[in-house]
Nanobody, 117 residues
Framework: QVELVESGGGLVQAGGSLRLSCAASGHTLSSYLMGWFRQAPGKEREFVGSISWSSGRTVTIDSVKGRFTISRDNAKNTVYLQMNSLKPEDTAVYYC??????????WGQGTQVTVSL
């Protein structure tokens, strides 16, 4: 069992920055793929990006490339989503999740990010 706890959300003006954290516990995560997702009101949940816990390789969607960066701290069992140049359309509940064998089995509770004009 893996427990994921997100933090770092909040209200920020357009152009500002936030860093989300996802603290993981309960299992060795070296074989996991860690993902960030978001869900805006009235919309489907959207994949934002992922990072391989073992290799550190990251993937992000085009709409956040150059603005969002995913990283990890192995010693702290924590994954980060650094979000810069935030736009109102980035407003959503952000979730981290852990995948093994290609399926995201474990999810955090989510953290709200609101970007105002």
């Amino acid at each position: 069992q893996v427990e994921l706890v997100e933090s770092g959300g909040g209200l920020v003006q357009a152009g500002g920055s936030l860093r989300l954290s996802c603290a993981a516990s309960g299992h060795t995560l070296s074989s996991y793929l860690m993902g960030w997702f978001r869900q805006a009101p009235g919309k489907e949940r959207e994949f934002v990006g992922s990072i391989s816990w073992s290799s550190g390789r990251t993937v992000t969607i085009d709409s956040v490339k150059g603005r969002f960066t995913i990283s990890r701290d192995n010693a702290k069992n924590t994954v980060y989503l650094q979000m810069n140049s935030l736009k109102p359309e980035d407003t959503a509940v952000y979730y981290c999740a852990a995948a093994v064998a290609g399926t995201y089995h474990y999810w955090g509770q989510g953290t709200q990010v609101t970007v105002s004009l």
